[in-house]
């Protein structure tokens, strides 16, 4: 099933793009196994970043072989909002083993696979923000002082959205 979040940061494209080239795979894998929440070992892979106009775009995947841990595969799109601000998108095939799916249902997996990205998201933005700031320490350039907290969204890309709140409430009873 495929999810996507985004998020705004105030942070121009050329320092996330450094910072996201600087991420070693055991990061990478530490944010994507807090995200999964169950505690296996992930392997993670970003690769280079290719650009096309003036968007930015990463290939990302985590997996376990040994586990009913979902594979993620998808990519990190960077896209400039101002000069200071950049939207990071995650676009993911959340990828669960099939006896998982049958045991527990599509819908559940679904919301699963949105909390995970979403947390990854989350999780990622914090540790860019990091990274950037010791960028900056680093090269001796000023940087904006308390910087907005990111915005995190999540879309949803199928059906109706009342339908699936109705949907979720019928569950709930």
């Known amino acids: 099933m495929?999810?996507?979040s985004v998020a705004t940061?105030?942070?121009p494209i050329g320092a996330l793009v450094e910072a996201l080239g600087r991420l070693t795979p055991d990061t990478l894998a530490a944010l994507a196994q807090a995200?999964?929440?169950d505690g296996c070992h992930l392997t993670a892979h970003l690769a280079r970043p290719v650009r096309r106009d003036e968007i930015t775009t990463f290939h990302l995947r985590?997996?376990?072989?040994?586990?009913?841990?979902p594979a993620v595969g998808g990519e990190l799109a960077l896209r400039p909002t101002g000069p200071q601000?950049?939207?990071l998108a995650i676009t993911a095939q959340y990828r669960c083993r099939e006896a998982l799916r049958e045991l527990v249902g599509s819908t559940f997996m679904r919301r699963v696979a949105e909390s995970v990205v979403t947390a990854f998201l989350v999780s990622l933005v914090k540790h860019l923000d990091i990274a950037e700031r010791q960028l900056v320490l680093q090269r001796g350039t000023i940087r904006p002082?308390?910087?907005p907290?990111?915005?995190v969204s999540l879309s949803i890309d199928s059906g109706n959205l009342c339908e699936r709140v109705?949907?979720?409430?019928?569950?709930?009873t």
């Open 166 to 172: 109705k949907r979720l409430e019928r569950l709930k």
């Open 62 to 69: 985590w997996w376990n072989d040994r586990s009913l841990t």
């Open 149 to 151: 907290t990111p915005t």
């Open 2 to 4: 495929w999810v996507r």
């Open 85 to 87: 601000s950049t939207e």
């Open 145 to 147: 002082c308390s910087p």
């Open 35 to 37: 995200a999964s929440r």
């Open 9 to 11: 940061l105030p942070s």
